[in-house]
């Protein structure tokens, strides 16, 4: 059984606070590390795939940094907005096997007007 | 819409009763995933398809849980002789791996609640 954990696992902050919050996994037989942003009733929606140690990505006010030699992800977001409040999965795919994906429990950010 | 489809998108139901839940993927997605996923946990995988081929169930798919994905393209997942425990929401998602990334599509969840 793969463990991935994601740290908080609930935060509120105040509308145009920076954020950041920590997705750990396994550091052997790593392939890929996927960011998500699941909104009340609407589907999960991928934010980044990142595979190399020492990746960084950037959406908007959203970023995201990876370190698979330690495993573990950060995903920061920058002057947080009421918008940014969903909970964030990240899902570990290992190599070998079928690509299989194995998601963290989430963090659920609530983002205070 | 282009996106993954589920229907229904809730569904209540007394202990006892069976349900089924459709999953309509991507269309040029081979790779079909069902999900379940309670209060404060991510998604738990239940089971996988590639195109018409079941080729892994988790062992939380008890023997009253049956997926099947009899052309290739839609899903069905019944549960059968529901509990109360199955309450949960029932994601699919969908999936061509692309240079070896295994980017999943979501549908918007199918919530079942167990009376």
């Known amino acids: 059984i793969l463990n991935v954990e994601q740290s908080p696992q609930s935060l509120h902050v105040q509308e145009g606070d920076s954020t950041n919050f920590t997705c750990s996994f396994p550091s052997s037989n ?27 990505k ?3 006010r959203i970023s995201a940094t990876l370190n698979t030699k330690e495993g573990y992800s950060y995903l920061y977001i920058k002057g947080s907005q009421p918008e940014d409040s969903a909970t964030y999965l990240c899902a ?18 609530q983002v205070i007007p | 819409d282009t996106g993954v489809s589920q229907d229904p998108r809730h ?3 007394k202990r006892g ?4 839940f459709r999953c309509d993927p991507i269309s040029e997605h081979n790779r079909l995933y069902w999900y379940r996923q309670t209060l404060g946990q991510g998604p738990e995988f239940l089971t996988y398809f590639q195109n018409e081929a079941q080729l892994e169930k988790s062992r939380l798919l008890s023997d009253r849980f049956s997926a099947e994905r009899p052309k290739g393209s839609f899903s ?8 109360q425990g199955d309450s949960a929401m029932y994601l699919c998602a969908s999936s061509q791996v692309r240079e ?16």
Do not use: C
């Not at chain 2, 069905?76 to 509990?83: K, N, V, Y």
């Open chain 1, 30 to 56: 790593f392939y890929a590390l996927h960011w998500y942003r699941w909104e009340t009733a609407k589907s999960p929606e991928a934010l980044f795939v990142m595979t190399l140690n020492g990746d960084e």
């Open chain 1, 58 to 60: 950037k959406k908007g």
């Open chain 1, 92 to 109: 570990f795919q290992n190599s070998g096997g079928y690509q299989k994906v194995t998601f963290g429990t989430g963090t659920k950010l």
């Open chain 2, 11 to 13: 569904k209540i139901t």
């Open chain 2, 17 to 20: 009763q069976n349900v089924t």
């Open chain 2, 76 to 83: 069905t997942l019944e549960i059968q002789r529901t509990e």
């Open chain 2, 100 to 115: 070896g990334y295994n980017e999943q599509f979501f549908g918007p969840g199918t919530r079942l609640t167990v009376l």
